[in-house]
Every structure is written in structure tokens, then in C-alpha cells.
């Protein structure tokens, strides 16, 4: 599904990825982990092509994606749901209408883009607060309209940057296991966290990087 092959990437004259090689396979949840700093947005930055990679290769489902045409990259996105760290929801939107936006766009008709949205927001335990705006539910509430939008179109493949960053630990479990639920139905999905709290106990493998360079692997 996913493959680095010595994939670089620079900002000015900071290195935030040094010649990084991995491959993730179709239906695997895998975390990407390493602390601040250590390049983990940039890895997935670089997967829905927010940013292109100096150096090395990135395929997506068999596309050498970072030569990828710009008038192309939309194709590539819609196989995608990104859960953003931080958000980025409609604040003059309903939590139902944030989470429509990701049907729409794909051009899903309105009676399924309902039956659909409700399926996603409860999921994520919402579906009571569809009708709110954003600003009146908590972090963790945000956090999982984020969630629900990124998996409302059931895209083959979900990155998650920092999923938790803004909830409690009751809530982040939750969240977790959300995204196994999800993956359980064939969805691969890469989480990048700081929190080694998050992957403890999961079964599922982790990527270490460290100052931009790929320390190793191992099973949360
Ligand atoms: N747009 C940018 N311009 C300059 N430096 C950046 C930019 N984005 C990230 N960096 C730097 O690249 C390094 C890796 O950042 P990032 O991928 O966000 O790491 P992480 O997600 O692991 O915290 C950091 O040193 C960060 O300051
Ligand atoms: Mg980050």
C-alpha cells in the first residue's frame, strides 16, 4: 500500500527526513512514532502530497506519487482521509455538515451522504451532537469529528496525525480503538503519535524515527 524508498525531505537548510525506507501493506494499522521534531508530520505530509519529498521514491497503491502531476493530485486525495492535528473543522458548520463535506466533494447523492454520515458519527459516539457547531463541543468531541469525516467515505487508506493530542486518556483509548474497529474492516491506517502510551498493548507495528532518520520497528 505504502512504500519510502530513501525518501528526504528538507525545509530551508533543515534535513526533516534522511533517506527513510519502509513499506506498510494493505490492511495493516501501523504507528509511526519518535518525539517532537523527529519528522513524523513531514512522513505523512508527504503521503497526501502537502508536501514532495527532495529525494527517493513514494508509492501509494503502486503510483510514484511524488512526481505525481499537480492536476493529478486530487485523485490521490479522495483515497485518503486525513485526520488533521489540528482539525481544521468549519466552525460556522454543524458537526453533521462537516463531516457531509467529505461525500460531497466525491460526488455522493444527498439521501446516502445522510445515511452515511450518521453510520460515521456514530461511530465515533456523536450522533447525538450532529446538529451542534464545533465551538460547543470539547476537544475530544472536535477530535472525533475529524475522525468521522476522515472515515465517512470509507477511503482505502487513513493517516492520522497525533489523533489524541488533545484528550484524556479514557478518550484516547477510545479513539484507538476506533481506529482498530475501522481497520478490522480493511481500511490500512497510519497513526503518527508522540505517545507511547497510545501503541502499548495494541499488537500493531511501529515505525521509530528520531532527528528525521528511520530508528527502527518494532510491535506496540
Ligand atoms: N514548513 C516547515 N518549515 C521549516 N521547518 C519545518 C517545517 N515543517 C516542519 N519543520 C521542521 O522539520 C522537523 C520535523 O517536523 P515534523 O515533521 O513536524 O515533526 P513531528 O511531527 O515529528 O513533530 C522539525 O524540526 C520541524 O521544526
Ligand atoms: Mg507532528
Known amino acids: 500500500m505504502i512504500r519510502f524508498e530513501d525518501v528526504s525531505k528538507h525545509y530551508d537548510n ?10 506498510v501493506e494493505r490492511g495493516e494499522m501501523v504507528f509511526i512514532t519518535g518525539p ?13 502530497l502537502s508536501e514532495r ?12 506519487i511524488n512526481t505525481m502531476r499537480d492536476s493529478d493530485v ?5 483515497k485518503i482521509g486525513v485526520v488533521y492535528q489540528e482539525f481544521r473543522l468549519l466552525y460556522n458548520m454543524s458537526v453533521f ?31 447525538h ?16 469529528i475529524a475522525i468521522a469525516r476522515a472515515i465517512v467515505a470509507e477511503p482505502i487508506l487513513i493517516l492520522a496525525d497525533e489523533p489524541t ?5 479514557d478518550t484516547s483509548a477510545g479513539i484507538i480503538r476506533t481506529f482498530k474497529e475501522i481497520n478490522a474492516r480493511g481500511a490500512t491506517i497510519l497513526i503518527a503519535t508522540h505517545n507511547r502510551e497510545l501503541f502499548r498493548d495494541t499488537g ?14 518494532g510491535i506496540g
Open 36 to 48: 517532537s521534531g523527529s519528522g513524523k508530520s513531514t512522513l505523512l505530509k508527504l503521503i497526501y
Open 204 to 217: 500493531k507495528r511501529t515505525l521509530k524515527l528520531d532527528f528525521g532518520n528511520f530508528v527502527g520497528e
Open 165 to 169: 493530542g488533545n484528550v484524556d486518556p
Open 14 to 23: 533543515h534535513t526533516a527526513l534522511r533517506k527513510v525506507s519502509f513499506s
Open 129 to 144: 451532537k450532529s446538529d451542534n457547531y464545533p465551538h460547543a463541543l470539547s476537544g475530544g468531541e472536535q477530535q472525533r
Open 74 to 78: 486530487p485523485v490521490l486525495r479522495r
Open 53 to 64: 519529498a527532495d529525494e527517493g521514491s513514494v508509492f501509494v497503491s503502486g503510483w510514484e
Open 97 to 127: 455538515e462537516n463531516v457531509a463535506i467529505a461525500l460531497r466533494i466525491r460526488g455522493v447523492d444527498e439521501r446516502e451522504v445522510k445515511a452515511r454520515v450518521f453510520d460515521s458519527l456514530k461511530i465515533v459516539n456523536l450522533r
